[in-house]
T-cell receptor, first 112, second 113 residues
Framework: NAGVTQTPKFRVLKTGQSMTLLCAQD?????MYWYRQDPGMGLRLIHYSVGEGTTAKGEVPDGYNVSRLKKQNFLLGLESAAPSQTSVYFC???????????FGPGTRLTVL | RKEVEQDPGPFNVPEGATVAFNCTYSNSASQSFFWYRQDCRKEPKLLMSVYSSGNEDGRFTAQLNRASQYISLLIRDSKLSDSATYLC??????????????FGAGTRLFVKA
């Protein structure tokens, strides 16, 4: 099992550009999450999903959109990138909402 | 005030030392508790769940004190490979149902030879 995978691993964008981060899990987990991690801030939840076809806002959703068309995939979109979105983005999944979360290796995004 | 608070450290300890981290949480409705480990530039990984009765996994012991709303992690006989950031994680129910997971900002540990 690959667990949780993320693509791409690194990306540099210019302000105003758009991009989509892809997260895939092969553990048949219901819940999936997108976090961003900034120095000294810890992990902050952007959006999450409790099942295929559902999405919900987390703590810092502004400037991001998500979709969960298939159970195994969770996409994070940046519509118009801003320098404040420079961060490391982690995707995670869990079987239930109160279970251990399994994380992907992260995407390092720089917005110039 | 953050819902989950940890001392950011860093804790600098020699090999073989015993080190303890505490984490406090503010919401008394919190239901499940975990310690995760995060190595530099890597993803967080579960170290251990924390149970009310306390639990041990090799050199690691986790304790939960619901009355005082804190959890602790004790590492005995520290190894160089224990150098990492340790994240305290708390789950509680959202007001509208479902679960909310809150990550602490982490405590950095450096184990020196």
């Amino acid at each position: 099992n690959a667990g949780v995978t993320q693509t791409p691993k690194f990306r540099v964008l210019k302000t105003g550009q758009s991009m989509t981060l892809l997260c895939a899990q092969d553990m048949n987990h219901e819940y999936m999450y997108w976090y961003r991690q900034d120095p000294g801030m810890g992990l902050r939840l952007i959006h999450y999903s409790v099942g295929e076809g559902t999405t919900a806002k987390g703590e810092v959703p502004d400037g991001y959109n998500v979709s969960r068309l298939k159970k195994q995939n969770f996409l994070l979109g940046l519509e118009s990138a801003a320098p404040s979105q420079t961060s490391v983005y982690f995707c995670a999944s869990s079987l239930r909402g109160d279970n251990e979360q399994f994380f992907g290796p992260g995407t390092r995004l720089t917005v110039l | 005030r953050k819902e989950v608070e940890q001392d950011p450290g860093p804790f600098n300890v020699p090999e073989g030392a015993t080190v303890a981290f505490n984490c406090t949480y503010s919401n008394s409705a919190s239901q499940s508790f975990f310690w995760y480990r995060q190595d530099c530039r890597k993803e967080p990984k579960l170290l251990m769940s924390v149970y009310s009765s306390g639990n041990e996994d090799g050199r690691f012991t986790a304790q939960l004190n619901r009355a005082s709303q804190y959890i602790s992690l004790l590492i005995r006989d520290s190894k160089l490979s224990d150098s990492a950031t340790y994240l305290c994680v708390v789950n509680r129910r959202w007001e509208t149902g479902g679960f909310k997971t809150i990550f602490g900002a982490g405590t950095r540990l450096f184990v020196k030879a």
